[in-house]
């Protein structure tokens, strides 16, 4: 395996600040409870606390033994009892994108964006042994913050403009609102910014996730990175449990995976002219929607009437599939679908929901997608770095942008630099994981994902309020218009979260007090709304 890249910014700074105090002890003790006669068996028993030295050392080695063979034999279950939270600092949205959140099984809260001022010098900075290469590299990540600040000046009186068409009363009271018309221009200045900038957040993570994110760090996109941040995280654990290391197996070389493999055995497939072509028919296919639904069951409102049936114990003579639709998806039924804790996952009925299922094929920026995809229920493949590194520009230009003509020249000019600095570093023989860096959070990303309607009707509840990001409000309104045209019974409740609230006689019908979005869209058509700010 390739030596890790060095970064001139400095190492991740990683910190275990919540652990359970014996996670392997923890996880034989589970396993062993299952078939226990005398009872729960506890870390302590597993341990050998009680026992003496000599006693206490036979213990732990059954112990490490039977902890192997449930690792071997894939019974993970009693892997997944113990947490561990870190604190990470100093690592690119990149890695965040690609690795931290590119799966299911964790739970993360970082630094927005959105809401937060990005300070200079905050991005990752790879060693490329000075020169020219250094130079072009560190100029251009100047460049991106620059344009970043610049940009939020020059659309904050466009913000401004946009948020009083919204707001007309609010204009006599231009101090007041000062504050949140600024984060409107940052929200969108942000898109100029490089996906190699930082962020620092708190990820908890099981202990079987840990041990996924050990063997299979070196893999692509940002194998350099992920390595040194896994390795610190792995450490960490090690010293608060140094027996947990007996379940640890050695990390899969980045030259064995999947993806890297395809490439190496295949290197014709490689290249611009590919990469183009595959970028230029993916767009084709969209058929002008953000978001396209590609594919779904033929049967999916058959499927959750009869399911609802099935969960009553009713024939259909009693309870017509319209009826029975509407049972589990009006609001004004299913009351849970107003209530701010969602706990259809545990409602026998709502469950229903999981059977009828959306494919959508989606193109958002990389800032956008990285929102997205934090809707863990509504999985996604997410693209190597061979299908977003062109060498010609490549991104989303934000509704806002292209409000202003002199905003949209200065936005357009500022893509260009970045694409201009990543073309040059690739010419001085920069590898394509450290050249990546430079692109700007507004780049391209073109995948796949797919959706039950349990989890596509929670995360549409969520994204269709006005207060979401524009780019991921424009995808959940294609997704719930399109439903709605192939299952009209299903698509009629798709609704933003004021909405189900509306149906069911919860005032307000907002939830979200004060950051109230000044769009009564409880009652207006979604397909007559647009958006700018």
Known sequence: MPSPVPFRSGPPEVALVQAFARPLDNAVATARTCYSSKGIITPAEVGGDALTEDKRQIRRERRDALARDLYAAGHHTTFQHAHFQFTLDKVSRQFVWTFLHSHPFYNSEQVSQRYVEVKPN????????????????????????????????????????????????????????????????????????????????????????????????????????????????????????????????????????????????????????????????????????????????????????????????????????????????????????????????????????????????????????????????????????????????????????????????RYRESMERAWEAIRELRRLGVSDEMAAYLLPNAVSIRFTESADLLALRHKLAMRLCLNAQEEIWYAARDEAEQVKLVNPRIGAFFLPPCGPRMRAGVKPFCPEGKRYCGVPAWKIPLREITRTV
């Open 122 to 409: 905050t991005t990752i900075i790879p060693d490329l042994g000075g020169g020219a290469a250094q130079e072009v590299y560190e100029k251009a990540v100047a460049r991106g913050h620059q344009d970043y600040f610049e940009l939020r000046e020059m659309l904050t009186p466009v913000a401004e403009a946009e948020y009083y068409k919204r707001f007309p009363a609010r204009a006599h009271q231009p101090e007041r609102w000062a504050v949140e018309i600024q984060k409107k221009s940052q929200e969108v200045a942000r898109y100029a910014l490089p996906i190699g900038t930082f962020c620092y957040l708190y990820h908890t993570v099981s202990a079987l996730t840990l041990l996924r994110y050990h063997r299979l760090a070196d893999e692509l996109d940002a194998p350099a990175e992920q390595r040194q941040v896994v390795q610190a995280m792995v450490d960490a654990v090690l010293a608060h449990d140094p027996q947990f290391g007996v379940l640890l197996e050695d990390p899969i070389p980045l030259e064995e995976t999947l993806e890297y493999q395809f490439f190496q055995l295949n290197p014709g497939l490689q290249g611009e002219t590919l990469g183009a072509e595959a970028r230029k028919e993916f767009d084709a296919s969209l058929d002008g929607w953000v978001s396209k639904l590609v594919s779904w069951k033929t049967e999916n409102e058959t499927l959750l009437a009869s399911a609802v049936r099935e969960v009553l114990g009713i024939p259909s003579s009693a309870l017509p599939d319209a009826e029975a639709i509407a049972l589990v998806m009006d609001p004004a039924t299913n009351t849970y679908l107003s209530g701010s804790l969602n706990v259809t996952t545990m409602s026998k009925l709502s469950r229903t929901m999981m059977h009828p299922s959306y494919t959508f094929r989606k193109k958002l920026s990389h800032t956008a997608d990285s929102q997205d995809q934090r809707h863990r229920a509504t999985p996604g493949s997410r693209p190597c770095l061979q299908a977003y590194l062109g060498s010609e520009p490549d991104y989303i230009v934000p509704a806002l942008v292209l409000v202003d003509e002199r905003v949209e020249r």
